[in-house]
């Protein structure tokens, strides 16, 4: 029968035992846009031979580890991720497969050292697949663990010095790429191409405290659907925005679709007709997607912590102004009771007194005029 691993907690540190020949472990992880030289990277500095792609599609479309290589002490492994961009699989199984990795690692007690982020210089316009990916790289991370974090920028031979120095100041100063992660304490530096530059980049990193990426504690201490998460929220945020551009063209198609048929223009009407099956099929997509994102179980996830929000707060509130409730009441019943007490006594208090009078030897009722 197997056991589950303790929940880590926020607060806990982890220990890194030194292996057997003294060296201490180090695993970072390796993030960027499909195409940007990450199985590169990662086979250079550890000299594995991970496969690497060469035509137009992706070959990284799963986690991959590099052999461990001794640096300064230390036996350091590449962690080789998809990009969001893969061209076989979709965001919501990369975002999946990522943090199902992120999760098992952490529930284990596991941390990284740090992320590596490649970025290509020779890129003229960083473009919505890049913001996108960077967006995931700043949610993933999250604020705190940005300190332990690398954007390393490659491709230099591409460009001349003055271009991809100029690019590289404007990645470092606007909040859209990486000024965010800079301000959080991350570092950038150049790559070259060579297994210097690799090692220097990763010794920058082999000093960090090791800590959890936000992504962990959400899905591990913090128990979250994958959905719930800030990667998860930003991923169903972009597919809402997609869904909608994608409506607002539909409907311009049918507009167009109108006109043709007033024109009888039957050659438009088959091109207005074939591009309307393409975004059809492409909004038909993005709900699937989301729904996987979702789950079978969200809606039923939502009620069960809805009624346990409910347990934890309503009722108790609830059970508190019943009480109050009964206490009013019984103050009211016991106020009638003593005002219906005191009019009581002030009826029957005057004709005891007279009674008295009588049994003292006053005058009878009769003798009173």
Not at 7 to 24: N, Q, V
Not at 111 to 127: A, M, P, Q
Not at 142 to 151: F, I, R, T, W
């Amino acid at each position: 029968m197997s056991t589950k691993p303790a929940k880590p907690t926020t607060g806990r540190k982890f220990s890194f035992r030194p292996t057997k020949d003294g060296h201490k472990e180090a695993t970072i992880a390796v993030m960027g846009c499909t195409g940007s030289g990450k199985t590169t990277f990662v086979n250079l500095a550890s000299k594995s031979h991970l496969r690497v792609g060469a035509g137009l599609e992706s070959c990284t479309d799963t986690i991959q580890k590099s052999q461990p290589f001794e640096l300064d002490g230390y036996t350091v492994t590449l962690v080789d991720t998809p990009g969001f961009d893969d061209t076989n699989k979709s965001e919501v199984e990369i975002l999946t497969m990522i943090c199902d990795y992120l999760r098992e690692e952490y529930a284990h007690r596991r941390c990284l050292r740090g992320v590596i982020y490649l970025h290509r210089i020779s890129d003229n316009r960083v473009g919505g697949t890049a913001l996108q990916n960077i967006r995931f790289f700043h949610r993933l991370c999250g604020d705190k663990a940005l300190k332990n974090s690398v954007v390393i920028t490659n491709m230099w031979n591409q460009v001349t010095s003055e271009v991809g120095t100029s690019r590289e100041t404007e990645l470092k100063s606007k909040d859209i790429f990486f000024k965010p992660a800079i301000d959080k304490g991350a570092a950038m530096l150049r790559h070259d191409n060579t297994i210097e530059s690799a090692h220097n980049a990763i010794r920058h990193m082999l000093h960090n405290k090791p800590m959890p990426l936000a992504i962990q504690v959400e899905l591990v201490t913090d128990k979250k659907p994958i959905y719930e998460t800030e990667a998860g929220q930003t991923l169903l945020g972009e597919m809402a925005t997609r869904e909608q551009k994608h409506q607002r063209e539909l409907e311009a198609l049918k507009k167009e679709l109108e006109e043709a048929k007033r024109d009888h223009d039957t050659e438009a009407m088959q091109d207005i007709e074939e591009a309307r099956l393409r975004l059809d099929a492409e909004v038909g997509q993005l709900i699937d997607e989301r729904q996987r994102l979702l789950g079978p179980d969200a809606e039923g996830a939502r009620e069960r912590r809805k009624l346990s929000w409910m347990r934890r707060v309503v009722l108790p509130f609830v059970h508190l102004r019943a009480s109050v409730f009964g206490i009013c009441c019984t103050g009211f019943v016991f106020t009638c009771l003593f005002s219906i007490y005191q009019w009581r006594s002030a009826w029957t208090h005057p004709l005891a007194i007279i009674q008295t009078g009588f049994a003292e030897g006053g005058p009878s009722l009769d003798e009173i005029p």
